[in-house]
């Protein structure tokens, strides 16, 4: 029968159906599985490591022996600021970085014999003895390569310059310019005191499941003040895009599960009803309804399996085509996606066919031999409302498996249910409304809204489908716009990318009219105080060695004053203070605030100094840590820290090739230290650019996936178009009139979808950004013109494309096909 059948062109468009939406599925799930671990991997560069635990004391060396017993590679790295001399005068404040002989264990190091010459990767850092300067201590100090340069009391020979490192984003409020030297050297220093401001970190890399099991192992041996890292430490603006394109990927493939399940749902009920005439012949000559469930089963899991078969090459050779296009833009080679998205896609053919196809195959056992010779018995696989319902249900079960979160897969369903539900009265409606409109139109359209009510259920119908589909593709053209615009809001090509601190009360004026004299874009000065937070309400708080890294403890942080709500902040409760208010009152960053357990109408005790300082909590602000403008943690009234001591810092941005700049600035001012972002920009910019080049590319996919469901959505009646058709040509009808019969049918049926779609996307897309994706939602005007044009322009095209054969055909042909 199979065979038959494939002769004959009926199974065509579910076989392509079946094949496709395996294709997709496990296409995209594989391609996004690959493209998670190649991320997670360029991610590690961010920390030089696959995990890192960081420390202010030295750690046990006791868990490097340990874990490189068990398998895994280790190093060590300390970082401090400290003054680096050479000669009597020459000195500079430099962040010093020792490193251990395997560093890094992840990503590149880059060196170069000559300051700003060709950098080339090394294998591992500076020797002992043997210091790599960045490229502008050269003329800061005055030495070349092959001199010596002093660090506390330890001599070191220049031997080249240091250009990247891997994990330049880790210590991204380094002071000054990087000195790179030998971990070993740090004891001949003496420069690390009890109490010095350092950063001790230890890192280990191997394979996953090696690296996961030890951290499971020494997470419950960190003592407070230790704490284990991930790319969310290393840097958070990387760790939420990277959090927020995994999560537009899932929905991607949520996406592909539902319109795979649409479109096999489509062409099983096109092949169920196509088969009605054969089922009552064969139930003529005898044939038993059990007998026909089993022939139509057995076809189904037959077909089921070869179509699996062919789905799960087709999905490989999708993931590989995606990643050869790919290839120059990851900066890993990504491993391989496992057995697990083939079993995705097989399980969501299987889901699909048990769950839609085989419904209405099952009915066929039930349809009358009568059908033999009277055509008019109405055919029982049309009674598919529960059948969609139970095929619904089964897809959200199988979406909420393949995404594994249960917000988006509510978003998506919440979209789908406004969709169905409001569907069908609005296209009843609709339709039936074109009645009157229709009595007094020409013939044209007096056809195409004849066609409309002849068929109002089926048309209906039509109108859910095809506004599902439409929907689900403006939900993820939606999603992604704003993720996009996000990042590059995040990260204009103007943003500041370095920071000033330390400028004097008054090196203030001066600084400021020399940024304005070079034309260089900053930001205001603002005032900073360095204070630290002792009890709240009274309460004592923990000391940062007695607490947990993540609780409420005694913490030192930057206050500033202003009168008015900084730019970039946004009051999230309580309110501001007048101006000129001497009120001893504070605003407090909103996460910080939950972090030390503070809320409004809390009193604070701090010391600035020596000196104490009470104030009680008026407000709480929220603000963008990634907006590289200055922020604060504690904002005061200007008159409560008027009589404390203060210095001043601001961010500005700085061309590449006017880095000189910095030279010129740091010898007449060498008390201000300048902090350099730019790398870590470009950093972030690098990895930002490379998912969104990802998520064009699975964006690709699914309006491939959802032309689909059109195609099919198109398809299921186009049998009943073209008997109709064919019986006006018969009857004399002309070529224009019946094109355009079926140009303004299927174009009307677009515009009730679109129209519907698009109401759905903006609940869902609003639902999906609020609730699962920590995002701001902003309506989208530009959606309703796109929504309702592709609705009409897409169904019109594909409705007259497929019943084209009607007029380039002779009508008896048409007819006897059918």
């Known amino acids: 029968m199979l065979a038959r059948d494939w002769r004959g062109g009926e199974l065509g468009v579910l076989v392509m159906a079946l094949i496709l939406a395996v294709g997709v599925v496990s296409g995209i799930s594989a391609f996004t599985t690959r493209l998670q671990n190649a991320l997670e991997m360029e991610s590690h560069r961010f920390l030089a490591a696959d995990a890192v635990v960081r420390s202010g004391r030295e750690m046990p060396a006791q868990w490097l022996q340990e874990a490189g017993t068990a398998g895994l590679d280790v190093a060590t790295t300390l970082t401090f600021p400290s003054m680096v001399y050479a000669g009597e005068d020459a000195m500079q404040l430099a962040s010093i970085k020792a490193v251990s002989d395997a560093y890094p264990l992840r990503g590149e190091l880059k060196f170069s014999a000559e300051p700003f010459a060709a950098p080339s990767v090394v294998a591992s850092g500076p020797g002992r003895g043997e210091v790599w300067l960045d490229s502008r201590l050269f003329p800061l100090l005055d030495v070349a390569v092959g001199e010596l340069v002093q660090v506390g009391e330890a001599q070191l020979t220049v031997r080249g310059a240091v250009r990247g490192e891997p994990d330049q984003a880790a210590g991204m409020f380094g002071y000054g310019p990087r000195l790179l030297m030998h971990y070993d050297d740090i004891a001949a220093t003496r420069v690390i005191q009890p109490g010095s401001r350092v950063e001790f970190r230890q890192l280990y890399a191997g394979d996953s499941e090696l690296v996961a099991e030890f951290m499971a192992q020494l997470k419950p041996r960190l003592a407070p003040g230790q704490r284990l890292l991930d790319v969310s430490d ?254 590059q809001t995040q990260l204009p090509a103007d943003a500041p990318n370095h920071f000033m601190i330390n400028i004097g009360p008054g090196e203030v004026q001066s600084v400021d009219q020399l940024l304005r004299e070079e034309n260089i874009r900053s930001e205001a000065l603002y005032p900073m105080i360095r204070g630290r937070v002792m009890a709240v309400n009274g309460v004592d708080l923990p000391s940062p060695e007695e607490a947990e890294m993540d609780g409420p403890r005694q913490r030192e942080t930057n206050f500033t004053w202003s009168d008015t709500l900084p730019t970039g902040n946004e009051l999230v409760a309580g309110e501001w203070w007048q101006p000129d208010t001497d009120a001893a009152v504070v605003s407090l960053e909103e996460e910080f605030a939950q972090r030390m357990g503070i809320e409004v109408g809390d009193t604070l005790s701090m010391l600035v100094g020596a000196r104490p300082l009470e104030a009680t909590v008026s407000s709480l602000r929220s603000l963008d840590w990634q907006s590289m403008r200055p922020n604060f943690f504690m904002v005061f009234p200007p008159q409560v820290l008027a009589s404390y001591p203060a210095t001043f810092m601001t961010s500005f941005h700085l061309e590449p090739d006017n880095k000189v700049f910095l030279n010129h600035f740091i010898r007449e001012y060498p008390t201000v230290t300048v902090i350099e972002m730019d790398l870590v920009i470009d950093q972030i910019r690098g990895i930002i650019e490379q998912v969104s080049a990802a998520i064009e590319l699975v964006l690709a996919v699914i309006l491939a996936t959802g032309a689909l469901v059109l195609i099919a959505g198109v398809q299921a009646s186009v049998d009943e178009r073209l008997h109709e058709s064919s019986i006006l040509r018969a009857l004399g009808a002309r070529r224009r009139l019946i094109l355009g019969g079926l140009l303004i049918e299927f174009a009307a049926l677009g515009l009730f979808a679109g129209l519907l779609a698009t109401a759905a996307a903006e609940l869902s897309v609003a639902i999906l950004q609020t609730w699962a994706m920590d995002m701001q939602y902003a309506p989208s005007p530009w959606l309703w013109p796109l929504g309702l044009g592709a609705g009409m322009v897409l169904i019109a095209g594909l409705g007259v494309f497929s019943c084209r054969r009607v007029v380039s055909h002779p009508p008896v042909a048409v007819l006897r096909e059918l």
């Open 234 to 487: 290393g840097q958070p603006g990387i760790s939420r895009a990277l959090e927020r394109a995994e999560r537009f990927l899932l929905l991607a493939g949520s996406l592909g599960v539902v319109l795979a399940g649409v479109a096999i749902a489509l062409a099983a009920r096109r092949f169920s009803e196509r088969h009605n005439d054969y089922v009552a012949v064969m139930k003529s000559l005898g044939a038993t309804s059990s007998a026909i469930n089993y022939l139509y089963g057995k076809s189904l899991l037959l077909l089921g399996a070869l179509a699996t078969a062919a789905g799960c090459l087709l999905g490989w050779a999708i993931q590989a085509l995606f990643f050869t296009l790919f290839a120059e833009q990851l900066p890993v080679q990504p491993g391989p996606s496992g057995a697990q998205p083939y079993l995705v896609g097989s399980a969501t053919a299987m889901v699909c066919l048990l769950s839609f196809a085989w419904p209405p195959l099952r009915r066929l056992g039930q349809a009358s031999p009568l059908r033999v010779l009277r055509k008019d018995i109405p055919l029982l696989t049309r009674k598919s409302a529960w059948d969609y319902l139970f095929g619904l249900v089964a897809v959200s079960l199988l979406m909420l498996w393949y995404s594994g979160d249960w917000r988006l897969t509510m978003a998506l369903l919440a979209g789908l249910l406004v969709t169905v539900g409001l569907g069908f009265v609005l296209a009843m409606t609709l339709l039936k409304g074109g009645r009157l409109v229709g009595m007094s139109a020409g013939s044209i359209w007096r056809l195409a809204l004849a066609g409309l009510q002849r068929r109002g259920a089926a048309n209906a119908l039509q109108v859910v489908i095809f506004a599902m589909a439409i929907m689900l593709l403006l939900v993820l053209v939606l999603v992604r716009t704003s993720l996009v615009d996000e990042w």
